[in-house]
């Protein structure tokens, strides 16, 4: 007889495995990235900042009577900008008008109509 080959059945392919970094790994690696990149910008504004108040205390130094104006402007426009928010907050809350009470009747004028003279008999 006429010998057969049997083969085991081939196994079915696995799913790939996974990466070895895990979500929270990869979460974690851009929270330091953007903590990093937070703190390079605030270093930046904050040497911007400085710079610029340097120069606006020496520009202020020279022209004392321009820092007054301005300074007095940007007062004056602050104090307009609050009268108006003040102005516009108390009109959503105003009170609805009372009903006005009818005026007074005047008394009717007296007529003068003709006395009625009766004969005495």
């Not at 900042?49 to 004056?76: F, R, W």
């Not at 006005?100 to 007296?110: L, M, V």
């Amino acid at each position: 007889m006429a010998e057969t080959k049997t083969t085991a059945p081939t196994p079915a392919k696995t799913a790939k495995p996974r990466s070895t970094t895990s979500t929270t790994d990869t979460i974690k690696t851009q929270a330091a990235d953007l903590k990093k990149s937070a703190k390079a910008t605030l270093d930046s504004a904050s040497k911007k900042t400085s710079a610029a108040t340097k120069k606006t205390v020496d520009a202020a130094k020279k022209n004392p009577k321009t820092t007054a104006a301005i300074a007095a402007g940007a007062a004056a426009a602050i104090a307009g900008a609050a009268v108006a928010a003040t102005k516009l907050s108390k009109g959503t809350t105003k009170k609805p008008a009372t009903a006005r009470k009818p005026a007074a009747k005047k008394p009717a004028a007296k007529t003068t109509a003709a006395k009625s003279t009766t004969a005495k008999k």
